[in-house]
């Protein structure tokens, strides 16, 4: 896995308020509002925007307004501050004005520079544009005395250049004459990439656009970043919103924009492991979660039904009923079903297959059971899953994950121990170590 | 959005016709037949085929039945005019032959050349093959004192190879010692794509290469190129043809082939937004269009039922029964819902959010409300969508393709207007601008 | 198509076995009993594993071990032979000794060498990775006297930064500081490559990489080299793996990772064209493979019901029952089947269309007509399609692979000629020569 250079290995968060909004008694007030999220409410990164979320005609005063709330607040806010500047590969005068907003942010007289991460450039074109924007962080750390490559910089990809831009990150960080290695986050922004490639779906919805998220996937493991989905504005819709992000995470994209507090609990919680394990089986093409009764896993729909036969069993799926005997029926309910591993699982396993290794075993089997009841009939289930080296590395990204949040985020300690227990926090902060 | 360099913005009509066909009186029937075409049956891009379509025996009599037939009716056929010649990238003899043929067609002796918008050129390899076909356009055009880069080079992506020349497009078009800048579309060919990629179906059928779609499409937005889907050859199936368009619109490619000038209408036609809005229902999956009936969005059918009860209400779904709340009832119904607007809508939200900005306001909320009839129970429901710059840009992508059609097409003005109605046209050719 | 350059264009396995088994009386075993591996058991390339599949600390032993059971028996293995050595990107003491495993290997002394076909390097990075592997090759090539590029290379795809470096070969390969021509199979590695994206679902299963292997198969298309997926460790799910490479061939991914005999029984034959044709009918999304009785082809289903009115017929399929005339019956049932032709229809087809050819014909319809029978009515359902030159070349990549298979593996001659008949065999090598 190539090394993450930044403070953060992993960011489930990417949250962005207006900086300055018009009409109010104080334009700051969003500002203010969320730079006191504490715990599960605050983001991994948070992005006072002075880009889209911002009327152009307040942008100047969100900068004040920036520096303002940041200086006070900064030093307790919990995640980290990435500011969103204006920028446009099509524009001369929004990259200048980006710029000046950075010098601005960053003068050490606003005293808001020492809780400043690094920014967020919007619109990015292809690599040249990025280095334009490099250089322009390289000028500001100059300027304001910093160290070079000091901020870090993050994209929005919205726009196929920006797409391509992606692959050549490997080749052009390091190049004697940029500081590309300060780059951070890669984010989606899809609204505009959408604009961008001219695309159009009949009720005006977003398209899902599969492989704009496997490459910026891919972009950020090749380069050693971080990659981010771009915004759910269907804001009520919670479980799209979740399946959305289990989606992003089969593509290596455990980040996700928020727009509510409400978002960012869902998507700092969704990455990390369930509490308690559970049993799925397949229904018509769908996994249902069984309910656990008692230590058994009913399941109660239609769809499937069990019936006893003597020794026999007679399994009912659809429309299709077969006669099994009990091991037949056992491969096919093993077909049928899989199960999702609680942390405490993952962590069991994990020192399981960590003390079989110190005692010179590569691989051992891990075995799974529990007992199913289908509309009246219980039955036993019970399987072995090989794990090797490969598996346990595998099995190693959530609590990769879980521990650079638990380092990271002090505030979320007592959130995620409710949540586990202390004793499952901390041997997951063992293992693998 | 990256700036689209020749006549048209768009195109969504890729039509070709042999150019030779053996056995007939005249060989150029085909030819004389096509270039009659007018209005919605005519297509954006008119392709004498001098390849696939025609037998490799009658290829230099195709060469000369294009002279004759542009030369003759050329200025009066409303699309461009593409010849694609021969050329592969494996083949030297091949490549000579079709610049042969670009130097006979253009002769300025024949005529033709002062119709003829540029070549199509099929089995492009790498980008150094572009290169050698972009050659002989300079060639031809210093010969036959054109002017340099006058003439367009649309290519056929049918090889892996081509596919990853699209993403170096960016760099290699502005290079002093090509004249790529004449290039305009990306046009699939999934048939030859598929055996140079080796690919087989059980039935023969072609493989749906959703990725080679999004790359072709990407290829052309960054490189500010037009991307246009290969043939359907299932000519009978127009619900298939209708729905490949549909998925290709959501990949930001607009413009597909056509081999008959019944593909041509559909295709012509599919993305321009419907004259009517209709309202969708999710029906196991599927969106199911709502039937209207004196303003009441009507639902028949047996997967979905409901209820009144008292004050509650009885919603059936597939096989699971919930009673709920009139406001319960409101935001599930929002969730199985869907709008797909008119152009007389898009157009109206968009002079909404005009006047808004205008204004000073950045975002204002869109209602849309209907009364839908599930069995015998009737429904109000009403929402709001919020409508911010991003918003109105991305609206705006369906309407710049109208306006580009009307500008471009004075033979459709009729059609289009029979369509929309002449007020709606007027509106949206203000709009936006 | 680009020219494959090595012994083999096609191969459908890819069979790895344990070179050093810890706590065997001869730890050598596995690769024992893999070199007897005959016909459609044995594979098309035989990967002795000194890297995953052997524990770390018997990886020297499985070097010697490679060596003895290749030089006693390898000259009458009837695959290639690729061992996989170690190899990471990150490490370069796992690159060090890989060479020395190499060299050793690759000893004439030993005499295995004349039986090994190439390596398989895993763990590749970008190109510059790639080519230290190559300098290894060489060096390894020149101090043992062997031909320079005699060794072909396979990698392992198994990150971001692979993925990425597929884009690059066709530029690379050919320069004159590199042996890159030696490079033979392009292999995903999804377990590893899951790992480096960091991405993770719920049940800890691989998550599916679509676009992985629609890059990968692209690399191998432009490059000349040859794609293989990943292993495929649900052992016992036979219809999941058959699944799986159906898929893959869509994407002209025709090889596949092997764990077992029975594995490499499966992909030898999932590529080859049945031995008998069969008739599918769409239920409910999916395509159903109709019974054969007597000639008519029999749904006796649920989801499709059919009856004669009179002159019409009464057709309902889920719950909408429609009356058509007996002609758009006949419409409507051509939509809802297709047929997967045989290897017989197949060489029947390609050699009318190669008479109709030579005839000075460029086009010909086939017909293929049948009875189906659904529920108790019979009706007969006839359509043309229309073969060109491009449908005769898409038809021949199934038909090139068979060819390639019985030149390279004559100890699969006998099961071939069981399953088609010595007559189709011998129609089948003709064929598009």
């Known amino acids: 896995m190539t090394e993450r250079r930044h403070g953060r290995q992993f960011v489930r968060t990417f949250f962005t308020s207006p900086t300055a909004v018009e009409g109010e008694d104080d334009s700051a007030k969003m500002l203010r509002r969320a730079i006191q999220l504490r715990g599960m409410q605050a983001p991994d990164v948070w992005v006072p925007d002075n880009e889209d979320a911002t009327a152009p005609s307040m942008r100047d005063e969100g900068a004040r307004n920036i520096v303002e709330v940041v200086s006070e607040d900064g030093a307790d806010f919990p995640g980290e501050i990435h500011p969103r500047v204006v920028w446009h590969r099509d524009s001369p005068s929004a990259r200048y004005r980006g710029f000046q907003h950075m010098l601005e942010i960053t003068d050490p007289e606003g005293g808001a520079v020492e809780h400043i991460d690094g920014f967020v450039i919007p619109e990015v074109g292809d690599i040249d544009d990025w280095k334009k924007a490099d250089e322009f962080f390289t000028i500001v750390e100059n300027e304001h005395g910093l160290e070079e490559g000091s901020l870090t910089m993050s994209v929005i990809i919205e726009s196929g250049q920006a ?3 992606m692959e050549s ?3 052009e ?3 004697p004459t940029n500081n590309l290695e300060r780059l951070f986050l890669l984010v989606n922004g899809e609204v505009d990439y959408t604009k961008d490639m001219r695309a159009m779906t009949p009720t005006g919805s977003l398209p899902p656009w599969p492989e704009l998220r496997h490459n910026t996937s891919r972009g950020a493991s090749a380069a050693g970043l971080i990659a981010v989905d771009g915004p759910y504005d269907d804001i009520r819709n919670v479980e799209g919103y979740r399946t959305r992000m289990t989606e992003n995470q089969a593509k290596g994209m455990i980040g996700i924009w928020s727009l509510t507090p ?5 998507a700092n919680t969704s990455p990390l492991p369930p509490k308690t394990g559970s049993w799925l089986l397949d229904v018509d093409g769908q996994r249902v979660e069984l309910e656990s009764e008692d230590g058994i ?4 729909g239609d769809y499937v039904s069990l019936d006893a036969l003597g020794d026999d069993y007679e399994l009912l799926v659809g429309s ?3 006669t099994l005997t009990g091991e037949e029926l056992h491969e096919e309910l093993l077909k049928m079903t899989s199960y999702v591993p609680s942390m405490d699982d993952i962590v069991d396993s994990m020192e399981e297959f960590e003390a079989a290794k110190e005692a010179g075993r590569g691989a051992i089997a891990m075995e799974r059971s529990t007992t199913l009841r289908i509309g009246q009939t219980e039955f036993d289930i019970s399987t072995d899953r ?4 490969a598996t346990y590395q595998a099995a190693m990204t959530p609590i990769s994950l879980f521990q650079d949040v638990y380092e990271n985020r002090p505030d979320q300690h007592e959130e995620l121990e409710e949540r586990y227990g202390a004793d499952v926090v901390e041997r997951a902060m063992q293992v693998g170590r």
Chains 1, 2, 3 share one sequence.
């Open 320 to 322: 299709t009923t077969r």
């Open 169 to 171: 990150l490997r080749d």
């Open 386 to 389: 090989m794990w090797d080296e």
């Open 297 to 300: 896993e009913v399941y109660d």
């Open 262 to 266: 409400g978002q960012v609990v869902e």
């Open 163 to 165: 797409e391509l831009a």
């Open 173 to 175: 960080m390091g190049k």
